[in-house]
């Protein structure tokens, strides 16, 4: 059951890329002004997309940053800042669950994607651009689209199955790292009051924050195979994550590097979909200086129960990939034996 009074702002940064020039859609600090409302109608079709695809666990809508919800949001305290500090902190697009919204009159979970067009010129060079194919815009919108409402998966099943006591081995599971959640103050079993009380906390741990972008990248990156997209279009996410500290947020390399064994798996559900992004975040975990006793953990500490230490394992990161992606002279990725955009069992655009 989802918490009514907890809702929490997934900020996600999607940072950056080569700079790499194009035309006719030219790089800009911003999104140019002629393209904005066309990839805000992309936004939403592909929500629609995803919509059918969720069914009825939750409601995704899109909706910009001056649009009075926001607003009402912020003043209700449903995004813990202010309208200016949002604004400023967020990056483009960032994701909300709110349990117990409204859409329609109707009670229901809800998936807000947040779009600011004033704030999202990183997202148009780094994943609009390099991911297009001529003209279409598509196959970038699928995997932005596909990473946010993946943040609303990851709190959505995690409220749900904490309508039952977890242990501390349970709690990867669930999208919370265990070093995280003990250096915010959680206990040796997780409930759901107790989240509720610790979430706030966990969430701006570093390692936390690392997990759930692992989690999220990995959901984007097989939406949008799902969707259409070329295998080697992952090679643009991982570009871009590859100049980030391994201890960063958005490091998410460790979580890519052999994804590729999931390309041609036959037509999966979403709900497929996400039992593989989820047991990818499982088996990455987090960088090593992100764990207990790592030089860039808030608290260095584990937790002691009758005296015996939880055993924490340290997972080995991924050697990076060393082959740069191919562009054409507009600074578009090429692909090879791309497929159709479109042919998922969802439909195209």
Request: charged share 20%; aromatic share 6%; proline share 3%.
């Amino acid at each position: 059951m989802i918490h009514k009074t907890l809702a929490i702002l997934l900020l996600s940064a999607v940072s950056s890329l080569s700079q790499a020039a194009t035309s006719p859609m030219p790089l800009s600090k911003d999104i140019p002004s002629d393209y904005a409302q066309k990839i805000t109608d992309l936004l939403i079709q592909e929500g629609e997309v995803l919509q059918q695809a969720v069914g009825s666990k939750m409601q995704v809508v899109v909706m910009s940053t001056d649009d009075p919800t926001t607003r009402n949001f912020i003043a209700r305290g449903i995004l813990h800042t202010d309208e200016d500090s949002f604004q400023h902190q967020e990056n483009g697009l960032a994701a909300l669950l709110v349990g117990g919204g409204k859409i329609n009159g109707v009670t229901q979970t809800v998936c807000y994607v947040v779009f600011n067009k004033e704030r999202a010129g990183h997202i148009w060079r780094n994943f609009i651009v390099p991911l297009s194919q001529g003209d279409n815009l598509n196959p970038g919108i699928s995997f932005l689209m596909g990473h946010e409402v993946g943040h609303c998966l990851d709190h959505q099943e995690r409220t749900a199955r904490l309508s039952k006591t977890l242990t501390l081995a349970e709690a990867g599971t669930v999208g919370i790292q265990t070093d995280a959640w003990i250096r915010s103050g959680g206990a040796t079993t997780i409930t759901n009051a107790a989240y509720a009380e610790t979430a706030k906390t966990l969430f701006k741990d570093g390692g936390q924050r690392q997990y759930q972008e692992r989690v999220a990248d990995a959901f984007g990156v097989l939406w949008g195979w799902h969707r259409g997209l070329d295998v080697k279009s992952v090679d643009v996410v991982r570009e871009n994550r590859a100049n980030l500290d391994s201890w960063s947020t958005h490091s998410t390399n460790a979580a890519l590097n052999g994804i590729e064994e999931f390309y041609d798996v036959a037509p999966l559900s979403i709900n497929e979909l996400w039992m593989l992004a989820r047991g990818i975040q499982v088996r990455t975990g987090v960088d090593k200086r992100l764990m207990a006793g790592g030089d860039k953990a808030i608290i260095n500490t584990v937790a002691k129960t009758n005296n015996n230490t939880v055993a924490l394992t340290e997972t080995p990161q991924q050697p990076q990939p060393k082959q740069p992606l191919v562009k054409d002279a507009m600074g578009r990725v090429i692909f090879e034996n791309t497929r159709k955009f479109g042919s998922g069992i969802n439909g195209g655009n």
